[in-house]
Each structure stands twice: as structure tokens, then as C-alpha cells.
């Protein structure tokens, strides 16, 4: 069972490059989310989604967008890399009112 | 602001000792708590939870204690190993998303 699958896990971008991170869950789980944590502090929450079709802002949405068109897949865009979103992703996913299953990471930094 | 804290950035311990972690939190109307395991690396990992209809709660070497009253959530650690190093977070459930405190880096040492 492979959980929660993020790639990369290690990119570099240029300021103002693009690009994707991808996210994938196999336990059908309805929610996903995106977190971001820079160094020594905790996550903050990007963007959340409670099903296919449905996404909402968290708490540091700017500079990102996501889409949410199958249950399995939750990717997160980067449309105008900054230096400020230098950090580490992590995409999440859970069942309603159960605990909230984290991927590995996705290291990323802007240059 | 965040309404979840931890009250010690570090807490170093010895191979063997009990530790205790604690936590603040300001949202009297949350309902569920998460203990999370981050080792270097790595994504976080579920450790255990409570609902706050409940004090207390307890699972393999771990427990983790509620006190609504004071709006504080503790994790405690028995007979804790090397394999126990890490920073632990306690997250707040908001709707849908959990909101994290900082971390309180555990190091234990043999």
C-alpha cells in the first residue's frame, strides 16, 4: 500500500519558472490537502479539497494554484516561482473526520 | 497568529527517562487533536489522537492527556529510546485542514 505519493522530491527552480508538484493517494480518501514548512517552524496549509471538483484556499494560498479532477490526484502549481516559496510540500490526504495521512515531501528551492 | 503552540522548542532526555511534550491551544471549540512524529527528512507521522470528549488516552509507550480546562494537550513518552528522537508536533483539527504548532524537538541520548 503506497499511501501518499509525492513527486519530485527535489527540484530546483529559477524565479519565475513554473512548475508542478504532483500528488497521488491509494486509500480513497475524499480530502487532500497541500502543506508547506520552512525551516524550523511547523506546516502551514496552502489549499485543501473535500472531494473531486472542490478545492479551498488555506491559510498561504498566494502564488499557487491546484485542481482537483480525479480523487487519486491533488497537484499543486507554482505559476511564478519566488524565493519566499522556498520550502518543503507536503501533500496529505484523509477520510472525513479521520487522521490526516502525510507524504514525504517535495523539496524545493527557488534560485 | 497560531492558535496551536508547544511550549519548549527543544527537551533533551536520557535513554530510559519518561518525557513529556506539551502543547497550547487557543480554540476552545476544537474537538480533535493529532500528535505527530517528524524525523529529519521525512513527512510527518501519525503518533496518536484524542477527541475532546476525552482526557486521556493511551497507546503503544505513549499517551497523550487533555486538559480542556486550561486548553492543554501533553504527550508523554515512556522508557524513551534513540529511535525517539525527532520533533513532535500537536496539530489542531479546523474544519477540515489541521493547524500546526511550531515543534518541540526531542534528543535523547544513551
Redo the contacts between chains.
Keep these: 500500500n503506497a499511501g501518499?505519493t509525492q513527486t519530485p522530491k527535489f527540484r530546483i527552480l529559477k524565479i519565475g519558472q513554473s512548475m508542478t508538484l504532483q500528488c497521488a493517494q491509494d486509500m480513497n480518501h475524499n480530502?487532500m490537502?497541500w502543506?508547506r514548512q520552512d525551516p524550523?517552524?511547523?506546516?502551514?496549509?496552502i489549499y485543501?479539497s473535500?472531494g473531486a471538483g472542490i478545492t479551498?484556499k488555506?491559510?498561504v494560498p498566494n502564488g499557487y494554484n491546484v485542481s482537483r479532477s480525479t480523487t487519486e490526484d491533488f497537484p499543486l502549481r507554482l505559476e511564478l516561482a519566488a524565493p519566499s516559496q522556498t520550502s518543503v510540500y507536503?501533500c496529505?490526504s484523509s477520510s472525513p473526520?479521520n487522521?490526516?495521512?502525510?507524504?514525504?515531501?517535495s523539496w524545493l528551492t527557488v534560485v | 497568529g497560531?492558535s496551536?503552540g508547544l511550549h519548549l522548542p527543544t527537551l533533551s532526555v536520557q535513554e530510559g527517562d519518561n518525557s513529556i511534550i506539551n502543547c497550547a491551544y487557543s480554540n476552545s471549540a476544537s474537538d480533535?487533536f493529532?500528535w505527530?512524529k517528524q524525523e529529519s527528512?521525512?513527512?510527518?507521522?501519525?503518533i496518536i489522537?484524542i477527541r475532546s470528549n476525552m482526557d486521556k488516552r493511551q497507546g503503544q509507550r505513549v499517551t497523550v492527556l487533555l486538559n480542556k480546562t486550561v486548553k492543554h494537550l501533553s504527550l508523554q513518552i515512556a522508557a524513551t529510546q534513540p529511535g525517539d528522537s525527532a520533533v513532535y508536533?500537536c496539530a489542531e483539527k479546523e474544519g477540515?485542514?489541521?493547524?500546526?504548532?511550531?515543534?518541540t524537538t526531542l534528543s535523547v541520548s544513551s
Design positions: 501518499v480530502y490537502y502543506y524550523g517552524m511547523g506546516l502551514k496549509l485543501y473535500v479551498d488555506g491559510e507536503f496529505a473526520g487522521t490526516i495521512y502525510f507524504g514525504e515531501g | 497560531e496551536v480533535y493529532i505527530y527528512g521525512k513527512g510527518p507521522q501519525f489522537d508536533f477540515t485542514a489541521l493547524i500546526f504548532g511550531k515543534g
